[in-house]
């Protein structure tokens, strides 16, 4: 019998086997992939969203007339969270209607002593939150802060 040189069958199907398995394994990586950056673009979409609608409402808050800001299109009046009871302003969304945005403010009933003299936090701050919620996926971002109303 003479030495033959090339590979069997049951060798190239084993190595195809095996180049199966590594591809396979390769995609599913790829996909994971694009599944956490979508997660994570949606995420930061939804911070971004409360941080925009939290500085609007820390920079018109202060103002003693009438406060309305436009946020994505949309006219949105302040002038409640200025009050002394928990209110809850309109719901409204973004402009491409993707993230849903909910403010509440409430009266912190907390108050500080200086030197002697107590002032309550609550005439001179609200607690605000914003809640961002993204329609298609329902994730949930919440940013709350104390914001000064005088």
Do not use: W
């Not at 701050?125 to 329609?135: A, K, P, S, Y």
């Amino acid at each position: 019998m003479t030495n033959r040189k090339g590979f069997t069958l049951i060798e190239v199907l084993a190595s195809v086997t095996i180049l199966a398995i590594v591809v396979l394994a390769a995609v599913f990586a790829l996909q994971q992939t694009s599944v956490f950056s979508k997660v994570n673009h949606a995420k930061e979409t939804n911070i971004q969203v409360a941080r925009t609608v939290m500085e609007e409402i820390k920079a018109n808050l202060k103002k003693t007339d009438p406060v309305q800001v436009q946020l994505f299109g949309q006219t949105i009046a302040l002038t409640s969270l200025k009050g002394t009871s928990a209110v809850s302003l309109p719901v409204f969304y973004t402009t491409d209607q993707t993230v849903k945005i909910e403010v509440n403010g409430t009266k912190p009933a907390q108050s500080v002593t200086v030197k002697g003299t107590e002032y309550p936090i609550g005439d001179y701050f609200r607690l605000i939150q914003v809640t961002c919620t993204q329609v298609q996926t329902g994730k949930i971002y919440t940013l709350k802060a104390y914001v000064e109303c005088k």
